[in-house]
């Protein structure tokens, strides 16, 4: 059975740090581009980062120097280090596995559960 679980989702203040895990289970991730998707409240979801079986990486212009994204093969597991939080970071992070190397909702063949993530003081 394929899973992505994440973790690490919380409350922090603008300026601040976080670290987003995804344990996958039921499959390889380093066979897939995997990544990291973001649903504020009243907005679509929107690719965040994405990086690709041979370490191609992708970010949206809005975390490019802030956020890096990272994946322990061994652990099976995925990251998405954040670095100076905005408040307009605050959303629902999900980790998923693509099914092809575009950072895309249509690209994407599982989703994890989501992480709320906060930015406020």
């Known amino acids: 059975q394929v899973q992505l679980v994440e973790s690490g989702g919380g409350l922090v203040q603008p300026g601040g740090s976080l670290r987003l895990s995804c344990a996958a289970s039921?499959?390889?991730?380093?066979?897939?581009?995997i990544g990291w998707f973001r649903q504020a409240p009243g907005k679509e979801r929107e690719g965040v980062s994405c990086i690709t079986s041979d370490d191609i990486t992708y970010y949206a212009d809005s975390v490019k120097g802030r956020f890096t994204i990272s994946r322990h093969n061994a652990k099976n597991t995925m990251y998405l280090q954040m670095k100076s939080l905005k408040p307009e970071d605050t959303a629902v992070y999900y980790c998923?596995?693509?099914?092809?190397?575009?950072?895309?909702?249509?690209?994407?063949?599982?989703w994890g559960q989501g992480t709320q993530v906060t930015v406020s003081s």
């Open positions: 039921g499959f390889t991730l380093d066979s897939y581009t």
């Open positions: 998923a596995a693509l099914g092809f190397r575009l950072c895309i909702l249509s690209a994407v063949d599982y």
